[in-house]
């Protein structure tokens, strides 16, 4: 996909986080008005603030870090070149870690160009349609950024406008105005976006992905009713379906698919910018860094015969990118399959052009299945559940027994079976660290969790020190 992945390349304005604004004149008021003159300057505006999403070195998110290094599925490999994830694999990790530092001005950026088209986008004498369309895709991702930083800081500083610096001195906001602004924001930009676009501009944000941030949402705050009207606008809009291949959402040439809600776009990047997960995850022992490796609870979590372990892990003697899998490939004995391509198809290790899907139709599926089973809807669970699991089933090798459907009707048997779907269905997708704090188990799976203060990681020791309104999240 050429058009909008290659356009963030000509983002018209160098990024700036909380602290870089602290330290100069924003660059959201100077001379902005002068650039915002023509349809074309807002399109460019808008494409500018998906750049932070990506994972690459330009912007070395390691959120990745955060929700599988942390977990139970996966350990911190590597040669040690990355102290902070070895930190985070042992929870050792402190205010100064440079990737808490670089999470929170990579979406402190995006924050800041959405708030820049939000403001100054209207003020351009333009077709309509597609004025409110770019403001639609700036309040969805404003709200995705704002999502990002509650998991991983839990309050931070809510800027909704283009503000100055001696303006910026200010307190964390409660987590739940936060997500009351997310859902604001989600509800805003679905009348404003499209459910489909033309080819040409596949990526941009959607109505259902606007939707489908606000079923979220709802579902961090235990609102299940909210989370299922959500869901159920998500389904209504008849555009998402499962595909029949669990693998084509991991598959370049099979991309931004019907099972696609949300999905951050890699491909046909220019050198330097792709998927960095590419190199990051694969094994040393074929030009990866090892960063991180597959923990044994994970790969037995899946039930016998379930395809989607191979799917998502390799283990010894399987296929590999081109190689054979040898358990001396990591520190375990097992490598992360997912988002990792074969050499052939990428220009180098670190370009990888394979998207990252943030939301899989997969996933509103088992949202609907889990606030149905909360609210003692337990028969009425089985549904969506079951059509996770029918999906996976199709492609075992011995169909008629394996994954067998999930017919319980008491409510507690219900949860955890949904909670281990969650885990085979969407292992290394970056949701299982942040999926074992909102169900409060953290610390009955994680040793070295403590209660009270691992839920949130530390906010920056950088942005405490610019701005003394801030607050420092509990126990650090």
């Not at 088209?117 to 969805?140: C, H, S």
């Not at 809807?377 to 996770?388: C, S």
Request: glycine share 6%; proline share 5%.
């Amino acid at each position: 996909m050429r058009s909008i992945a290659f356009l963030l390349m000509i983002s018209f304005l160098t990024f700036t986080s909380c602290q870089d604004i602290l330290d100069k004149d924003p660059l959201g008021i100077l001379d902005v008005g002068s650039f915002f003159q023509t349809s074309e300057d807002a399109v460019q505006a808008i494409n500018a603030a998906y750049e932070p999403l990506l994972f690459n070195n330009n912007n070395n998110n390691f959120y990745w870090a955060f929700a599988e290094v942390t977990s139970d599925e996966a350990i911190a490999g590597g040669d040690g070149s990355r102290a902070g994830i070895v930190e985070m694999d042992l929870f050792t990790y402190t205010p100064r870690t440079q990737e808490f530092n670089d999470f929170w001005k990579v979406n402190y950026n995006g924050i800041n160009q959405c708030n820049t088209v939000i403001e100054k986008v209207p003020e351009i004498a333009m077709d309509i349609t597609l004025q409110n369309r770019i403001l639609g895709e700036a309040y969805f991702l404003r709200a995705y950024y704002y999502f990002l930083l509650t998991q991983v800081f839990g309050d931070v500083p809510l800027l909704l406008k283009i503000t100055p610096p001696d303006e910026l001195k200010i307190p964390k906001t409660p987590k739940a105005e936060i997500y009351a602004q997310i859902v604001l924001d989600c509800d805003q930009a679905a009348t404003w976006l499209p459910v489909d676009y033309p080819e040409v501009e596949t990526g941009r944000a959607t109505r259902g992905a606007a939707y489908a941030l606000a079923a979220k949402t709802y579902l961090y705050q235990k609102n299940w009713s909210k989370t299922l009207e959500y869901t159920t606008k998500v389904k209504d809009l008849g555009v998402y379906a499962l595909v029949a291949d669990y693998q084509d959402n991991f598959k370049e040439e099979t991309q931004n698919n019907s099972e696609s809600v949300w999905e951050i776009q890699h491909a046909n990047l220019e050198l330097g910018v792709g998927n960095f997960l590419n190199q990051w995850w694969r094994s040393k022992k074929i030009q990866g860094y090892g960063f991180a490796e597959v923990t044994p609870a994970f790969v037995a979590a899946f039930e016998p015969g379930d395809p989607r372990r191979k799917f998502t892990v390799a283990v010894n003697n399987e296929e590999y990118f081109g190689y054979i899998y040898k358990p001396s490939y990591s520190s375990t004995g097992f490598g992360v399959r997912k988002y990792l391509q074969i050499d052939s198809t990428v220009t180098q290790p670190s370009d990888g052009d394979i998207n990252y899907t943030a939301v899989r139709y997969a996933e509103v599926l088992l949202w609907e299945a889990e606030a149905l089973a909360e609210l003692g809807q337990v028969v009425e669970a089985q549904a969506p559940l079951e059509t996770v699991r029918a999906r996976a089933r199709a492609q075992a090798e011995d169909p008629e027994n394996t994954l067998p459907p999930i017919l319980t009707t008491d409510k507690s048997e219900m949860i955890t079976a949904i909670r281990h779907e969650r885990q085979v269905e969407l292992g290394f997708e970056m949701h299982r660290f942040f999926d074992l704090v909102r169900w409060g188990i953290a610390a009955d799976l994680l040793p070295d969790f403590q209660p009270g203060k691992h839920e949130t990681f530390p906010l920056p020791q950088t942005e405490i020190d610019l701005n003394s309104a801030l607050e420092q999240n509990q126990g650090y």
